[in-house]
T-cell receptor, first 114, second 117 residues
Framework: AQSVSQHNHHVILSEAASLELGCNYS??????LFWYVQYPGQHLQLLLK??????LVKGIKGFEAEFIKSKFSFNLRKPSVQWSDTAEYFCAVNRAFRGGKLIFGQGTELSVKP | EAGVTQFPSHSVIEKGQTVTLRCDPISGHDNLYWYRRVMGKEIKFLLHFVKESKQDESGMPNNRFLAERTGGTYSTLKVQPAELEDSGVYFC????FGRGPDRYEQYFGPGTRLTVT
């Protein structure tokens, strides 16, 4: 069955701490990978995406993610978080070369203390 | 360019009533998706339109849910009759249609929070 698993439901960090959010997927085939973010009171926004090529992708606001095919993982990282990064983060996949429906993880709520 | 819009932003109805949610995709986006997030759970796919045709409706929970996209522009999702377990946030997303990778990226609306009491 197709599924996405995010390791942490709620992460609390202090400003300037480093962030790594785990994401693993189970999917019968090649995938596109996404991280979406939902800031308080706002809609889901794309943070970064991986379709093919360099497995290390850079997104907006200093975020990056690394696709490790052998581990079926797409972890999100940021070297130094800010209070404004407080949000809920969602990992998602869909079928490579076809797109279509996204399969989401459960979401990780990140709280950054000033 | 206007983003994906959804109406209403909130709806509170009683069990057994009918509710209709509306989604207006980004202009020119032929792909339109509906998703739902029940509290505490993951965002789940409901269905996918390409223009006015239902491409994939494998996520629709039951026949109380009816989605339409007449004319291939905006879409409506009707729940009739609503049950308590239908409460949640209903998201709409759209993307371009074509052969390139642009079609893989979905743009989301703000969601409609539905509460069934």
């Amino acid at each position: 069955a197709q599924s996405v698993s995010q390791h942490n439901h709620h992460v609390i960090l202090s400003e300037a701490a480093s962030l790594e959010l785990g994401c693993n997927y189970s999917y019968g085939g090649t995938v596109n990978l996404f991280w979406y973010v939902q800031y308080p009171g706002q809609h889901l926004q794309l943070l970064l995406k991986y379709f093919s090529g360099d497995p290390l992708v850079k997104g907006i606001k200093g975020f990056e993610a690394e696709f490790i095919k052998s581990k079926f993982s797409f972890n999100l990282r940021k070297p130094s978080v800010q209070w404004s990064d407080t949000a809920e983060y969602f990992c998602a996949v869909n079928r490579a070369f076809r797109g279509g429906k996204l399969i989401f993880g459960q979401g990780t709520e990140l709280s950054v203390k000033p | 360019e206007a983003g994906v819009t959804q109406f209403p932003s909130h709806s509170v109805i009683e069990k057994g009533q009918t509710v209709t949610l509306r989604c207006d995709p980004i202009s020119g986006h032929d792909n339109l998706y509906w998703y739902r997030r029940v509290m505490g759970k993951e965002i789940k796919f409901l269905l996918h339109f390409v223009k006015e045709s239902k491409q994939d409706e494998s996520g629709m929970p039951n026949n109380r849910f009816l989605a339409e996209r007449t004319g291939g522009t905006y879409s409506t999702l009707k729940v009739q009759p609503a049950e308590l377990e239908d409460s949640g946030v209903y998201f709409c997303a759209s993307s371009l249609f074509g052969r390139g990778p642009d079609r893989y990226e979905q743009y989301f609306g703000p969601g409609t929070r539905l509460t069934v009491t």
